[in-house]
């Protein structure tokens, strides 16, 4: 059965490129070359990569950088982009609950919903955050962004079904308290200028669910951050405001 992130990315990328939300890249990279100490001896592995910008960003400031990806009309687009850019990242058609990468990599990186919490199971989500893990040399580095569950929950489930989305393609929408999940209905138009309808299903985490799993797999130091597009900072402390949280983990 074909699942409804498959169908969405299935050729979407050129649409993707003009979402909002991909417009902080620079930003975004600028907070993760920090987290590294601007370390260009730094492997990075880029889970979920979609179009490649953040793994092309770095690539372009000297980091050696694979991206992997479900969706090979995302990964054709990272291609293009990057050649487009002169820089020569890896990118590699991979689900990421199977890598089998072990100990190669000092950085690992999920952003923005690139995979982790679109799973269909939470065991599926779990796998790909052992993955993750298991890819990191020792004493490497976790950055992801995944949603938060405090969003909803403090701004009550019906003001947030109600009040998230800004366009009117959204046909039903139901959040779970009971499994935290957001099931909606939406259309949308991909490349070829044809209107898809899919069913979404994604989760939202709590920190205290996201510590445990993470100090479960072993690591030490987890900080919970806001996630305010292209302006990732330690000193943005995670609130129920924001709709993502950022999370940097340690080993």
Not at 35 to 54: Q, V
Not at 55 to 69: F, M, N, P, Q, T
Not at 73 to 82: G, I, S
Not at 145 to 174: A, C, M, Q, W
Request: aromatic content about 12%.
């Amino acid at each position: 059965m074909t699942q409804w992130y498959e169908q969405l990315f299935e050729n979407y990328a050129n649409t993707y490129e003009n979402e909002p939300f991909t417009k902080g890249t620079i930003g975004e990279a600028d907070f993760i070359e920090k987290e590294i100490d601007f370390n260009k001896s730094f492997r990075i592995l880029d889970i979920g990569c979609g179009t490649g910008r953040h793994a092309i960003e770095l690539a372009r400031r000297g980091y050696s950088v694979i991206g992997v990806d479900l969706s090979e009309a995302q990964l054709q687009k990272a291609r293009d982009n990057a050649r487009k850019e002169n820089v020569s990242p890896s990118f590699i058609r991979a689900d990421a609950r199977t890598l089998t990468f072990e100990h190669e990599f000092d950085l690992v990186t999920m952003l923005c919903e690139g995979g982790f919490p679109l799973m269909e199971t939470d065991d599926m989500n779990f796998a790909i955050l052992q993955n993750a893990r298991k890819a990191l040399r020792p004493r490497g580095k976790l950055i992801i962004t995944t949603l938060n569950g405090l969003y909803p929950l403090f701004h009550s489930v019906k003001d947030f079904i109600n009040g998230h989305y800004e366009n009117d393609v959204i046909r039903k929408n139901t959040f779970d308290l009971m499994t935290f999940r957001d099931h909606s209905e939406f259309t949308f138009v991909d490349d070829a200028g044809r209107e898809k309808t899919v069913i979404s299903n994604e989760r939202y985490y709590v920190p205290s669910e996201m510590s445990w799993m993470l100090k479960s797999l072993g690591f030490q130091k987890i900080a919970f951050l806001g996630c305010e597009l292209g302006n990732w900072r330690r000193d943005k402390t995670l609130s129920t405001e924001d709709f993502e949280m950022l999370i940097v983990a340690e080993q």
